[in-house]
Each structure stands twice: as structure tokens, then as C-alpha cells.
């Protein structure tokens, strides 16, 4: 069984900043790409921001030169530092992860996601 367990949400006031992590733990053989969803009410949730197994990283142009999408491989976590938050950011942030389990099997894995509210 694998898990991703997210943190770090909360209220940040509009110019601020925020910190996520998402550590993925359970029967992993290795982790390929990851990446971090959000979702709006009312909106479809969206891609912010995605690295590859390499750390090749890729943004939206919502977030380009706001967010950094990083990861740490020794400890199946990856991490997402939100600078100049918006109000408009203010969504569900949800982190997803393609792992190849202990069994070879390879699937998408989501975590439970994680409020941010950007407000004043």
C-alpha cells in the first residue's frame, strides 16, 4: 500500500509565502514523475506544477516565477514553495505521484489534499 501525506497549507496574506510538502511512503520501488493539482471551487482542478525524475521542472504561466517544484529522493518528498501568493491561488493543493510499487506495478497516486487561503 502506498500513501502520499501533504502539509504545510494554511492562511498566508496576499504578497506572502507558503511551503508544501508531500511524502510518499509504503511498498515503493521507485518514484517516476510528480507533480502538484489544485482545485478552486467550482473550477476543474488544475496542473501548477510538475518535475520529472531527473528534476526537470515545468509550470503553467499562472505560476511561472512564483512557484518551485522540488524533490527529494532519499525521502520520497516533494516539495512546493509558493512566493507572491495571490488570492487567486487560493484553492485545494493536491500532490500526485506515478510509482512503480514493491509488486512492479505501476500507477497514479494522489494525496488528500491541502487547503491554501490567500487573504487579507
Known amino acids: 500500500q502506498v500513501q502520499l501525506v501533504e502539509s504545510g497549507g494554511g492562511l498566508v496574506q496576499p504578497g506572502g509565502s507558503l511551503r508544501l510538502s508531500c511524502a510518499a511512503s509504503?511498498?515503493?520501488?521507485?518514484?517516476?514523475?510528480m507533480a502538484w493539482f489544485r482545485q478552486a471551487p467550482g473550477k476543474q482542478r488544475e496542473l501548477v506544477a510538475h518535475?520529472?525524475?531527473?528534476?526537470?521542472?515545468s509550470y503553467p504561466d499562472s505560476v511561472k516565477g512564483r512557484f518551485t517544484i522540488s524533490r527529494d529522493n532519499a525521502k520520497n518528498t516533494v516539495y512546493l514553495q509558493m512566493n507572491s501568493l495571490k488570492p487567486e491561488d487560493t484553492a485545494v493543493y493536491y500532490c500526485?505521484?506515478?510509482?512503480?510499487?514493491?509488486?512492479?506495478?505501476?500507477?497514479?497516486?494522489w494525496g488528500q489534499g491541502t487547503q491554501v487561503t490567500v487573504s487579507s
Open positions: 500526485n505521484a506515478d510509482i512503480t510499487t514493491a509488486w512492479r506495478t505501476l500507477r497514479v497516486y
Open positions: 509504503g511498498s515503493i520501488f521507485s518514484i517516476n514523475a
Open positions: 518535475i520529472t525524475s531527473s528534476s526537470v521542472t
